[in-house]
T-cell receptor
Framework: EAGVAQSPRYKIIEKRQSVAFWCNPI?????LYWYQQILGQGPKLLIQ????????DSQLPKDRFSAERLKGVDSTLKIQPAKLEDSAVYLC??????????FGNGTRLTVT | RKEVEQDPGPFNVPEGATVAFNCTYS??????FFWYRQDCRKEPKLLMS???SGNEDGRFTAQLNRASQYISLLIRDSKLSDSATYLC?????????????FGQGTELSVKP
């Protein structure tokens, strides 16, 4: 079974620039999650999709972050404009129903 | 109060030691509980689910106390390869799926 695919693995940008991350979940997994993990902290949920609908985006900074999952399969997360405090690993995960999460390798973002 | 709170680390133990991690959660409606393991610069991976009756998987024992809203993980005869960050995860289930909330993680370092 192919795992959760994410790209890019690493990204370095300057503050105020824009960046986008891509995620392809495990085939058949209806639920897709984007987490932000700052160094030394646990993952924090940014947004959760059920198919192509948003289930929870209460912790997504909507003034600068956006995410979509138009066809209910892969998803993109965008930051525009980026701030220094956005430096983190962005983890995508998927699950089937109430099954445990399967994470991708993550995208390590550095904002300078 | 944080939704999920873990023992602050790091824990530095010699090989063969027994180590216990504790985790408390604030929402009494929480329904599922897990321990994830995260190696340095890697994504979190499921270690084990936590059941009300307690469960064991080899050297690992997980326990849940719903009345006290407390979860624990015990590692016996620790190995060098157990060195990692251990994340406590709590799930709230609702109609459209589950929301997984991560603790901040407890780092374990097993020394020879």
């Amino acid at each position: 079974e192919a795992g959760v695919a994410q790209s890019p693995r690493y990204k370095i940008i300057e503050k105020r620039q824009s960046v986008a991350f891509w995620c392809n979940p495990i085939s058949g997994h209806a639920t897709l999650y984007w987490y932000q993990q700052i160094l030394g902290q646990g993952p924090k949920l940014l947004i959760q999709f059920q198919n192509n609908g948003v289930v929870d985006d209460s912790q997504l900074p909507k003034d600068r972050f956006s995410a979509e999952r138009l066809k209910g399969v892969d998803s993109t997360l965008k930051i525009q404009p980026a701030k220094l405090e956005d430096s983190a690993v962005y983890l995508c995960a998927s699950s089937l129903g109430a099954s445990p999460l399967h994470f991708g390798n993550g995208t390590r973002l550095t904002v300078t | 109060r944080k939704e999920v709170e873990q023992d602050p680390g790091p824990f530095n133990v010699p090989e063969g030691a027994t180590v216990a991690f504790n985790c408390t959660y604030s929402n009494s409606a929480s329904q599922s509980f897990f321990w994830y393991r995260q190696d340095c610069r890697k994504e979190p991976k499921l270690l084990m689910s936590v059941y009300s009756s307690g469960n064991e998987d080899g050297r690992f024992t997980a326990q849940l106390n719903r009345a006290s809203q407390y979860i624990s993980l015990l590692i016996r005869d620790s190995k060098l390869s157990d060195s990692a960050t251990y994340l406590c995860v709590v799930t709230l289930i609702y109609n459209q799926g589950g929301k997984l909330i991560f603790g901040q993680g407890t780092e374990l370092s097993v020394k020879p």
